[in-house]
């Protein structure tokens, strides 16, 4: 996903989103700090006065991941469609929009530092947590206005579809990097478009086809 840049200028901000897009391109693990200090156009010293260790960085980042990217969904324009079941679908249907050619300039940082660090650093684990699941509490309200009495008979949560629109992006970024096609990810999002559309109160609108 391509993020929204805020609070430019000063060396932190610059080591942030040098490690935005560093670490997307190549895995937290591989990016050293020299990565980072020639990415950012800053010295090893400003790295390490305002990061005790990459680490630290690490944790900072998924923060700044996070303000970054939730800037620009609360900002989208699917907020203001007239029903709660189109906010729903435009969400997916921005998502969709938002996947390029490049797997680094649309897939989420989050997402990649939990699948390499989740055991090894509880801190950037935890931080990545707040990250994925903070931006699954965002569509809640939503979603919640959205579903059909009929799902939640079923046991369908806000909550729990929140989550699952997550898990499907999450694991079609994966997947679409294993195959070096970023096909996989629209695919995967119409499908999630599709699931939705069994669960969700339709009658709320006759807007049901993706935007292209």
Known sequence: MQKAR??????????????????????????????????????????????????????????????TTGA?????????????????????DLRRSLIGDVAATHTCLVGTMTQEVFDTSPSIRAA???SILGHAGTLEADIDAALS??????????AGLAIHTQVVLQGAFVVSK????????????DHLRRYLLTVLDTDQTRETEPSQ
């Open 178 to 189: 294993a195959a070096d096609d970023p096909g996989v990810v629209l695919d995967s999002l």
């Open 6 to 67: 805020i609070e430019r200028g000063t060396a932190r901000t610059k080591l942030l989103d040098a490690a935005i897009d560093v670490i997307r391109a190549q895995g937290f693990s591989a990016t050293s700090v020299d990565d980072l200090c020639v990415a950012a156009g800053v010295t090893k010293g400003a790295f390490f006065h305002h990061f005790d260790t990459k680490e630290a960085l690490g944790v900072a980042a998924a923060q700044h991941w996070s303000d």
């Open 72 to 92: 620009m969904f609360a900002a989208a324009d699917y907020h203001s469609a007239a029903t709660a079941v189109e906010r729903v679908l435009s969400y997916v």
């Open 128 to 130: 990545c947590a707040d």
């Open 149 to 158: 009495e009929v799902a939640r008979a079923d046991g369908v949560t806000a």
